[in-house]
């Protein structure tokens, strides 16, 4: 057994002196050592083969630990590089590189700035943002999405991925909503955990952002968060506790805001309390790139590693690091008494427990990039997420034999939407452009192109932008308008909010003339979030599209073309003005805030929770979504009338394909406490099943739900508790859109 293992040793040894860093080598040729001393002193003292074993993960850990220095211990918690934490090299310990993004693997950067380094193969398959992966409402998917993009993550040698992002959206003001999973904790919870095994059987971290309470971008560094404990744990914690309860994530990122006066990166109450305590979290907390801003609260409130602290000292990057809160500060404290070692000690074995999971797993996967699976993947998610919102004397679809003359107008059907957008910013492979898929697919047509308007248009040229589209469109037998937002500072990006509800450069304006001169059009929406819609009675249909990455354009023409029955449901609400949503029903205090600090005064009631409630009509409903078929949800019941605190309740019934064509429907299950001795929302989505069938075909489904899932947050015994008595059931496919109510009761 020795000389296999030994074999097997010098075997991986030589993969890694060849294919990765020398530090790493060196790591395996350390535990190599070690593991050929465990193995002969085990096979001394054992008489059977079974009781010969490796020490596990957490002595190894210990080993380690007790050989190094406190400077090389202190060295593990900040950065090295704008991407990198240090390994120990004296004893094998390799470092940790990260990337961003949830939807793709970014470019390589520099060193020590942000400038990308030129490489010319780190060139990745962009896959669509998550509020498309979300609005697949499709756990399976999900869980193909995180598989192919860990793939990615492996082959360009990362150890953790920043993603993915699950905060939630609470004003479609947020220009970082795109990169999140919607409104409601329930689809967040269910659709982020197979995301993140997929990731991480590949042997790369996820790192699940941004913990907690990042939802607005205006005034991040620094926005002090004050919401009620209820509303912190049944709206914006849920899908981080599924993210460590059940996906078992290995890392998380702190936030950049405050919440109740201090920084989410290093927050007493958020890390040390619910994250490692509670949620019993044994992985590895990673600040936001500028998120730490106290030595004493880092070390002493749950923050493990430090990055993207600035450095002063671009001659000398590494003793620049040094000087990071959680660097020779840290280490001071710690020689001088003043932070106990075993605080030190612990973030320590967090970050070997996270290197043991990656770098040092043996049976760490090799990974894979830009294969045909991968794109295949990608446009999957895309045409499963497209929502057809609108479909009026089924314009769509449309029919690729015939002849006809089709007008594109706008910016967004060539624009390329991979790039831009801050940290989630693409290096693709390839990216079909909208007018590049229609054009492939609708090859017996006449494609015209007019741009209409454009994102750096000058008021003259707007004018002749606005002439051309008009001509352009009086010629077509029917005008697709494809616009929305993009990745431009002030739409949707990082580090700034929108300012408005419209869409930007004069869009709502030239779909009304357009109109005018041909009646026949649809509009297609690019973007992560929700927009206003004066003209949406004028025209035909209306198509969310997201921001699909590489397989956008060959996605639209799928589902533009009827190859693919759309069948994506919206995993947030349109609301018809801004002030119809709940964050800015309360006015500038409740968003953005005054500056130093804003109040959610909207509280639990977020999205179709405040809609539904308050009796708001929106313009598109949560879970809203067409299909080129039709389907009839009948025969639904609970096995139950009468249910005790252990059982679930399920809900049962049948779903037919009424239409002419093949698709899916997404049955959602909404549940409402009667007569609550608390404030509740209406509805809760509690419970939804994708099911796929053919045209007249039926078949007879369920949905379980569990008991305690119907508790709510108790903020005078600081826990959740169930009500006794009735509830109401609705079963239906969307949130406004419900088949059946029923009554139960909980005894």
């Known amino acids: 057994m020795i000389n296999k293992l030994s074999l097997l040793l010098f075997s991986m040894l030589c993969y890694t002196l060849f294919y990765r860093r020398f530090s790493i080598a060196v790591s395996i040729l350390f535990l190599s050592c070690c593991c050929t001393r465990i193995y002969s002193q085990q096979l001394i003292n054992s008489s059977s083969s079974d009781q010969v074993r490796l020490e596990t993960t957490e002595s190894k850990i210990e080993s380690i630990l007790s050989l190094m220095t406190l400077k090389e211990k202190v060295s593990m918690c900040h950065a090295q590089s704008q991407f990198s934490s240090p390994g120990i090299p004296r004893l094998g310990i390799p470092e940790l590189w990260m990337s961003d993004g949830p939807h793709g693997i970014r470019a390589e950067i520099n060193w020590s700035n942000w400038d990308y380094s030129g490489w010319t193969n780190d060139y990745i398959t962009a896959f669509p943002a998550l509020t498309c992966l979300s609005a697949t409402f499709n756990p399976d998917l999900s869980n193909q999405y995180g598989t192919s993009i860990g793939e990615e993550a492996r082959y360009r040698k990362k150890d953790v991925l920043l993603g993915p992002g699950i905060n939630i959206y609470r004003t479609p003001l947020n220009g970082r909503n795109f990169e999140y999973m919607g409104e409601d904790p329930y689809l967040a919870s269910i659709m982020v955990v197979p995301y993140i095994k997929g990731v991480q059987m590949n042997g790369v971290a996820a790192c699940v952002k941004h913990f907690a309470l990042n939802n607005q971008e205006l005034w991040r560094g620094h926005i002090n968060v004050e919401v009620s404990d209820r509303a912190l744990y049944e709206i914006y914690l849920p899908a981080f506790y599924a993210a460590v309860k059940q996906g078992e994530a290995w890392s998380i990122m702190g936030s950049y805001n405050q919440f109740r006066g201090q920084h989410c990166s290093h927050h007493k109450l958020l890390l040390n309390k619910i994250l490692k305590t509670d949620w019993s979290f044994d992985g590895v907390v990673i600040s936001d790139w500028g998120g730490t801003h106290s030595t004493k609260e880092a070390a002493l409130n749950g923050l493990d590693i430090e990055m993207g602290s600035p450095i002063n000292n671009e001659t000398s990057p590494r003793q620049a690091y040094d000087a990071n809160f959680l660097g020779t500060s840290f280490l001071e404290l710690v020689k001088s008494g003043e932070i106990d070692e075993r605080i030190l000690n612990d ?40 929502v057809l919102l609108k479909n009026e004397d089924d314009f769509f679809p449309l029919n690729p034999a015939k002849k006809l003359t089709i007008a594109v107008i706008g910016e967004n059907a060539v624009k390329s939407m991979t790039t831009g957008g801050g940290s989630s910013e693409l290096k693709a492979n390839y990216e079909i452009s909208p007018l590049e898929g229609l054009k492939k697919r ?37 005008v697709l308008f494809i616009g929305g937002l993009n990745k431009n500072r002030g739409q949707d990006c990082e580090a700034a909010d929108r300012e408005e509800l419209k869409l930007p450069y004069n869009q709502d304006y030239l779909i009304s003339e357009l109109q005018k001169v041909n009646p026949n059009i649809g509009v297609l929406l690019v973007s992560g979030n929700a927009v206003s819609m004066p003209w949406v009675s004028d025209v035909k249909t209306v198509m969310q599209t997201w921001y699909l990455g590489s397989e956008a354009g060959n996605a639209i023409a799928d589902v533009i073309s009827g190859d693919t029955n759309p069948s994506g449901k919206l995993p947030f609400s349109f609301p018809v003005r801004l002030t119809d949503n709940s964050a800015h029903f309360f006015g500038e205090l409740s968003y953005p805030g005054n500056g130093e600090t804003q109040y959610y005064k909207d509280d639990i009631l977020v999205g179709y929770r405040w809609h539904e409630t308050k009796n708001i009509k929106p313009l598109f409903s949560f879970g809203h979504g067409l299909s080129y078929s039709s389907f009839k949800i ?77 508790s709510f947050y108790d903020e005078s015994i600081s826990n959740w508790n169930i009500e006794t008595g009735g509830y109401t059931i609705y079963v239906g496919s969307a949130s406004d859109n419900i088949s059946k109510v029923l009554g139960i009761n909980l005894k």
């Open 347 to 386: 973030k320590v074995r967090r970050i070997l427990r996270l290197i043991m999971r990656t770098t040092l797993d043996s049976s760490r996967p090799l990974g894979k990039i830009n294969n045909i699976e991968h794109s295949q993947v990608a446009r999957k998610v895309a045409t499963e997420g497209i």
């Open 442 to 478: 609708f090859k017996n047509a006449s494609i015209i192109f007019s741009k209409g308007y454009s994102s750096e248009a000058t008021n003259q040229s707007r004018k002749s932008l606005i002439k051309d589209a008009l001509i352009t469109a009086s010629l077509a037998d029917l």
């Open 634 to 710: 009948t025969d639904i019941k609970s096995d139950k009338k009468i249910y005790a605190a252990n059982d679930s309740i399920n809900i049962s019934y049948k779903l037919k394909n009424t239409g002419s064509k093949d698709g899916a429907e997404v049955v959602q299950v909404y549940v409402g406490k009667t007569n609550s001795q608390v404030r509740r929302a209406l509805k809760e989505l509690k419970g939804f099943k994708k099911t796929y069938l053919g045209s007249g075909k039926q078949t007879t489904e369920s949905i379980t739900i569990n008991i305690t899932d119907l």
